[in-house]
């Protein structure tokens, strides 16, 4: 090839062209040359060289008048920018691009077009290359044109880009990243458009991009053109999919959300307009549609990761459907730059100690908490209004914000997804953002003092005024890791991402009950047997939240399964527990529909409860759907590292039944490495170890249910709960001895409390004992991981004093 090459075709580029054509088109080329081959649909099209570049300055004699014109710029204030900026831009628009380069690219867009049978539309993009550092991507500064038609329009979109290498933002990035303005040359990509404005489009991760976490691919689409979604205009769908999964072509959609997606680009339709694009409000029925079906997200799934695994590392890539032939297409791909190569060695965690007035929630981007006064900006031109420390609250944010954005503490948007150009930018500077609120703006007020917390999992809420919160450093390399072993105890599956990265072995508790009365909300008898249903309003609301399911029942498994498997896949390979459900009688009455199946009782937590409900014929149709949420993630999702736990089994032969009725159910004991763990919660329990250990797989020890039923308590009465203390001697003689037992019969062990974290010497007992795991709740984790530690270290005899009844157990 020669040096005057002024086109290249994707076929002709890969990776090692960087200096060529820059990151996105020679990043392009890779993917059409060695993935198509994959079965990966990647646009044709092509790209105007660096060479085309320097001819389009040399002939127009452009470089000293730039040179001289941009060493006038006040890189301190910047104070002249925007003159400069467009004295600069009009010596480009004014030039004439040289007829060599004309030729090129009006013989490169015939052969383009001769490779289709209709009249193609083109999307005309920068790709910026530095001649000395090839691997900058100057992402976002650059300008794009989409639905361009024709030879002529191509040409002015061409010239365009060369004239976007010096928009205001464009000059300032360089300067502040120290690039020579006159070595940085600009190719224009010019790829034929998929007719996603008939369909939908949108972005993935190879990571997730908030916490880095390497198990899963997200995504993220939204109808229409994804300019909206890669732009933050519009509240995406956002789908997880497990990697392990995607390999095993298995189901990996492990978790879906639905979007917003309150706007639609399409093509102008206007016969006069050479090109270009239009917003419309998207209607409402496809607003309550998904625009992807699972089968279509898991192919995307997978192609992104064969793009991972091509390039060696996590990446950003974008994809589109065509609407004509319902094709999926990749059509961007690039490096992720915020978590790729770190290793994370501490984490700095916040937790509200206080709530106040909510004004508006969104998507949580970050784990910060911060306070100041809300600035309320319609555009950048507004930005001298922002004061640092303050917090920055707009519609929607573009590369002309990343000025104004860096003084902002924490940033606020009505639009916009995880993958919006305001997420994008709080993760580079390190602070917090709630996107996608849809009306922060209008119901914040200019001037206002407000909290923002992004530390409550994956919604982040905008307070009214100052609140109090706790700040705590967590230093991973300083952590010991002790023998026995730490899990976690976890309600809520938005946080599983985040407390991922604790140092714990896994999850010793997933308490099925939050996912019920959070995303599910309805009794699962009501849907079982919603044609009996008598409450009318509760019909209605049953009916609206399960529109979407071929099947009532359907809605419950789904839902049950994706907060189930969220948590296993951010787990993975760790364990992962979920106990079964455990509503009392009162609880279940409190879900939509649940008054009806449920009888009314003196003492709910003594009756209608745990594994009595599984086999009775009052609710086993209800348990059915439990175990197919459970047997979806194991068999379907791969995520074999759940196991399940039956609580508040009070007989042996009550357990029997439950693990034969779960075998009919589908959840067969030792099936694909299946272990079923029994709560060792009552007395009944400890007395008849040995014969329980016949049944199940294992024990948790519940420490709260046994304490209140060894001392005859109840622990919800202000009157006796005094007397409620895990460290009773009657209480330390039941763990002992069915520690003691269940390790006798080869069957493991664990307890699910307080208590170890909050005494040193409840867990150094615990530790003598030969207990194998504690779960604790996140705050308390690494407060009883130090006690554990410090327990297993202490040599016989120097217990504390206050350890002194333990010997006794």
């Not at 989409?146 to 928009?167: D, I, K, M, T, W």
Request: hydrophobic share 40%; charged share 20%; aromatic share 8%.
């Amino acid at each position: 090839m020669s040096q005057e090459a002024f086109v290249l075709f994707f076929r002709e580029l890969a990776n090692d062209k960087v200096a060529l054509v820059g990151g996105k088109n020679a990043s392009l080329g890779e993917l059409f040359n060695r993935l198509n081959a994959n079965g990966i649909n990647v646009p044709d099209g092509f790209a105007t060289t660096a060479s085309a570049y320097w001819r389009f300055l040399d002939e127009n004699r452009l470089r000293e008048p730039l040179t001289t014109l941009l060493a006038t710029v006040d890189a301190q204030e910047f104070s002249n920018l925007q003159e400069v900026g467009a004295q600069a831009r009009a010596l480009l628009r004014n030039a004439t691009l040289p007829a060599p380069v004309v030729q090129n690219i009006t013989d490169a867009y015939h052969a383009l077009s001769a490779e289709y049978t209709h009249d193609i539309q083109v999307a005309v993009r920068s790709s910026a290359t530095a001649e000395d550092l090839p691997q900058a991507s100057f992402a976002g500064q650059h300008d794009s044109f989409l639905n361009v038609r024709g030879v002529q329009p191509v040409l002015h979109a061409c010239q365009e880009c060369y004239v976007s290498l010096f928009n205001d933002r464009a000059i300032k990035y360089r300067l502040q990243n120290g690039f020579d303005h006159m070595q940085v040359a600009l190719s224009v990509g010019v790829q034929t458009m998929v007719r996603s404005d008939l369909a939908s489009a949108g972005v993935a991760f190879t990571i997730e991009p908030e916490t880095g976490h390497e198990n899963l691919v997200y995504l993220t689409g939204s109808w229409g053109l994804g300019e909206n979604v890669v732009q933050g205009a519009v509240n995406p769908d956002e789908y997880y999919l497990f990697k392990p999964a995607l390999r095993h072509h298995s189901r990996a959609l492990v978790t879906k959300k639905l979007g917003d997606k309150a706007k639609t680009m399409h093509y102008a339709v206007d016969e006069h307009q050479l090109a270009g694009i239009k917003n419309t409000d998207t209607p409402p029925e496809r607003r309550e549609a998904f625009v992807l079906t699972d089968a279509e997200a898991e192919q995307l799934g997978r192609w992104c990761l064969q793009i991972e695994e091509h390039y060696g590392m996590p990446m950003d890539i974008e994809w589109a459907k065509d609407g004509l032939n319902n094709e999926l297409y990749i059509v961007q791909a690039r490096p992720e730059t915020i978590h790729h190569g770190r290793r994370v060695v501490s984490l700095h965690e916040y937790q509200l100690t206080e709530k106040g007035p909510v004004l508006a929630t969104g998507k949580a981007v970050g784990n910060q908490i911060a306070v100041g006064v809300a600035r309320i900006l319609d555009s950048p031109a507004d930005g001298h209004r922002l004061q640092p420390g303050d917090i920055l609250v707009t519609d929607i944010t573009s590369p002309d914000w990343n000025t104004v954005l860096r003084k902002a503490a924490v940033i606020v948007t009505n639009k916009g997804g995880r993958t919006s150009h305001a997420a994008i930018v709080a993760r580079e500077l390190g602070v917090s953002a709630v996107v996608g609120t849809l009306n922060a703006t209008e119901k914040i007020k200019d001037g206002q003092l407000i909290t923002v917390s992004c530390a409550e999992g994956d919604e982040g809420h905008v307070y009214a005024g100052q609140l109090a919160w706790e700040e705590s450093d967590i230093d991973l390399q300083q952590v010991k890791m002790p023998r026995t072993k730490p899990l976690l105890i976890l309600a809520d599956p938005d946080r599983a991402l985040h407390l991922a990265r604790y140092p714990s072995q896994g999850v010793g508790l997933l308490r099925m009950e939050f996912a019920i009365n959070n995303a599910i909300r309805v009794h699962p008898m009501a849907l079982v047997a919603f044609d009996q249903l008598t409450d009318q309003k509760a019909r209605e609301t049953i009916m609206k939240l399960t529109e979407r399911y071929a099947s009532k029942p359907e809605y419950f498994i789904d839902k049950l399964a994706q907060a189930i498997g969220l948590v296993a896949a951010a787990f993975y390979p760790r364990e992962v527990i979920v106990r079964l459900s455990d509503f009392k009688t009162n609880e279940y009455a409190n879900l939509i529909g649940g008054r009806q199946f449920e009888p009314a009782e003196e003492n709910p937590m003594l009756g209608f409860r745990g594994a009595s409900r599984y086999y009775s014929p009052q609710y086993r149709e209800g348990f059915r759907l439990e175990c197919a949420a459970l047997q979806r993630v194991r068999h379907e999702m791969g995520l074999t590292n759940v196991k399940v736990m039956v609580p508040f089994c009070r007989t042996v032969a009550e357990g029997q039944k439950v693990v034969a009725l779960m075998e009919e159910f589908g959840l067969k004991r030792g099936e694909d490495g299946l272990e079923i763990y029994v709560m060792a919660e009552i007395p009944s329990n400890v007395v008849l170890a040995e014969e329980f250990a016949a049944v199940f797989d294992g024990f948790s020890i519940g420490s709260n249910d046994l304490t209140q039923l060894t001392l005859g308590l109840d622990r919800d009465s202000a009157i006796v709960s005094s007397l409620f203390d895990e460290r009773n001697e009657a209480v330390l003689r039941m763990l002992a001895q069915v520690i003691r037992t269940a390790k006798a019969c080869g069957r493991p062990i664990g307890l699910c409390g307080q208590a170890p974290s909050d005494y040193p010497e409840f867990a150094q007992f615990l530790v003598e004992q030969g207990i194998d795991s504690i779960s604790f709740s996140p705050d308390a984790l690494l407060k009883g991981m130090a006690n554990m530690a410090a327990a297993e270290q202490a040599p016989p005899g120097e217990r504390p004093q206050e350890a002194a009844a333990f010997e006794r157990a």
